[in-house]
């Protein structure tokens, strides 16, 4: 193993980062996999390892623990990574895989317990700690600054002698691990025209060129489209075929059966349940996430179609959204599914408000209406849970009740005085029908799980109580537990006739839940499904990218 | 069930310690402050003449003591004037057979002038008075007035910073730049920030001077003009914030440029408008805002409470309240709970805009003259009292209640060094620290 990695490796302006690294932390001058490579090593596969347990663990984590002021986040955590191995960490918003994340890049430290890498503890103080330790992380959101070309971000930080930046050496370097891991960006493309995808391509190979052994991946698919996630798994492959370390966090239950080694469960800050990949199936994986038995992934109850309560005709805005037609009926689902930029969150805005429309027209009960911002879309009773939770659905430093009184505040007040008992039994009544937690009122809304955040912006346009319920990607980010929990509330809405328009990147999802789909393609509905349970998502995804399929691959 | 218990405990917890980081993160600069206070009383205290009624109350015991005529004795200070006054209300009529106010040689005359076979009168003299040589030594100095008693109120300890007079003074300093505060604290609210306030107090002093003094006939013009013109120079200034608000919202202009090209011109127009020159045919009238009293509290002090009060309440309890911190936390997530984005910040603005007017007309009244060169610096002052009370620049943070405790943390030190005898350019250097500190502790707090 350790011979292959130095045969695929070319000497030379490598060697520069090399040499300075083993300065610094004195191991072996392979590219990747610096693991010493024990005797009964050499002998197993680079590829899947799961008979490596002899070996010192690449990264080991014993008895881990971290209290934040009233909340135990990880209590005695154990966790054990080989060389070549991926293991998908799991649990539901608020297990502690956000905490155990936070401190393997040194942004917080535990309160006791150890992090060892190849069987010598190690003390992470800073995120600089992490890295020189071997310890890669990509977070959700990426560190690049958009302004510099990709070859600066990749070397930005990096220390270099008397702080000469040889730009050809390091051009070189960057195309060697470019060309390695197949990856095809122009090194002097600026960091902000890169997609989502290309973005994090260049955060990868910047930790690698850190030469670092453990890869930490935190929701590494949440943006990107079915197409680019599935790139993103080749490509983990080809690392972990390297030699690398990968700790794998997601919802994605698919994807972690399709990339995952080994499967460790979190629930409540401990380790509930570990184990090879082959000895998992979808339900009891969800089941021990959530904590208890399940009765379905998607709680789908049909409610009474009644009349048309929103239509649209021929609506239109630059080249985003085009002759857009359809009708929302009273207590109907109705999916939209499509590609990220097939317009589907441009419709939603201009429904709601939040854009002009250019062309066509809408009506609510069958009277044209017109839209000049948001408060109007609100005061015909339509609201719109947005896609971005932390930026568009919550104020994240402000209280629970604060964010929850926002859309609210007229029914809360007389002459614009707040009636505050009002408000708190308001927001009491809600807290107990959707159940998010912590309930204290004043805390902030940050300190809040992704699936407890969402049902709090859930609660709050529910209290409106609205006709219409535009829905952006409104399980994104939310744990298999607090999913089902929203599903409910979604059915229990349209039950009680209200009309839902369900945007999602999540096929499956779309096809359990929605009593009718349309699929929009390059700012166009490209087709209708009346009867989403007799397709699969693959169906879906051909129908999403294959109105031009020329155009949209490559 | 033990999770259960557990997670009860948890949240037991989090109240607690939500409870105290919220009195800590709210009114912690409240703690700094009365530390401050003990600092400066302890620094202060010393012997010192007592005040008015101590000194009464010392004289009079003495009066009491025997029958015998009665002089009064004191300065033309304000200080002796009522001090005597209070002596002759208190005493029976006719013990008091002469008052002697002025100099040493006013005494020296009268004291000569007194026929020596009268009755010696008691001498009751103020602390001033009790100083002059001739009064001390009356005894020897002077033929016939042997075995004259002579009474002086005694020095008590006392802090000078602690004295009525000083905290009065304190809160006289603060009014015109707490008031302000308030506008500029909204402004911080929803993320700006506006550099006009000095400005506009200013032309707010210069547009109510100038018009009582040209046209309603300066120092003989009815009350009616003084609140017409003053009332006329707030709206203008709230029409400035106004305008401030219309670039930051429907232009896009970032507040910092906007209301930097405001203070400019409006600082212009005060010029243009007082050709330079200090405004002060004033009527009597004009100086009640400023210098009046009710209940021995300056009327400013008063006004000032009151708008604490008000605003604290319209920032905790009303729609427009919740709205600005809702705007001022993320604009993008209040416009799509239905929040009128720009109406609140336009508002915000105008409010401010109309404070400054309010304090422009204050300090004119306080200084009973008008000129384009007041508020210079005070729009950094109103900032550092904002960012003091804890409000955060990028917005959505603060508490109205907070800018108050910064304004007086800004007085209290400014005053304090005053009374120790600071340099004034020392006070300055100390002043800077202080807002360092204060962020500081922001920082530490909010972690």
Redesign the interface.
Known sequence: MRNRNKGGLAPGPIAFVQRKDMETTGVSMSFFCRNIASPQQKKSDCGRTKGLRLNTPCLQVTQVSKSFPGVQALAEVSLELHAGEVVALMGANGAGKSTLIRLLAGATQADGGAIWIDGKPIRLADPAAALRAGIGVIHQEFFLVPQLSVLDNLFLGHQRPLGIISRRQEAHAAQEIFQKLGISIELDASCGQLSVAEQQMVEVAKCLLRQVRVLVLDEPTAALTPRESHRLLDFLSTLRAEGLAILYVSHRLEEVFQIADRIVVLRDGRTVAEGPVSHWQRKPLIEAMVGRPLESEYPKESADRGEVVLQCRQLGRGSSVQNVSLELHEGEILGVAGLVGAGRTELARLLFGLDRRETGSIELDGQPISLRGPQDAMRLGIGFLPEDRKKQGLIIDHGLIENFSLPNLSSFSRGGWMRRSEERQAYDQQQTALGWKPSTPRIPAKLLSGGNQQKLVLGKWIQRDPRVLILDEPTRGVDVGARVDVYRWIVRLAQSRCAILWISSDFEELIGMSDRIVVMHRGRIVSEILDPRKISASDLLSAAVGADRDKTDG | MA?MQ?SGR??H???V??WW??LLADYGMAFVLAGMIATLSALTWQRQPPGLEGAAEQLLAVAQRTDQPIWLVGSTSEEDQRLIDRLHGALPAGRVTKTVQGGPPDFRRAAQEHPSGAPTPLLLCSSQAGGWSIVSELAQRLPGWEGVRVAVPKEVSGSSFLKRENLINVANQITVIAMVAIGMTLVILTGGIDLSVGSLIALSAVVACQGIAKFSGGVDATWQAVVGWSGLAILLCALHGWLNGLWVTYLSVPPFIATLATMLIASGHAFMLSKGQSIDQLPASFRVLGQGRWIGVPVAVWLMIGFYIAFHWILG???????L??VG??A?????????VRRVVLIAYTLCGAMAGLGGVLLSSQLQSGAATYGAMYELLVIAAVVVGGASLSG??GKILGTLIGALVIAVIQNGMNLLGVDPFLQKVVLGYVILGAVLLDRWRSR
């Open positions: 999770e557990s948890n949240s917890r989090v109240r310690s939500t980081r919220s309890r009303t729609t427009f309240g919740r709205a911190y809702a936390g993320n993008e997530a209040a416009r799509m709970s239905g929040i009128g959505g943070r």
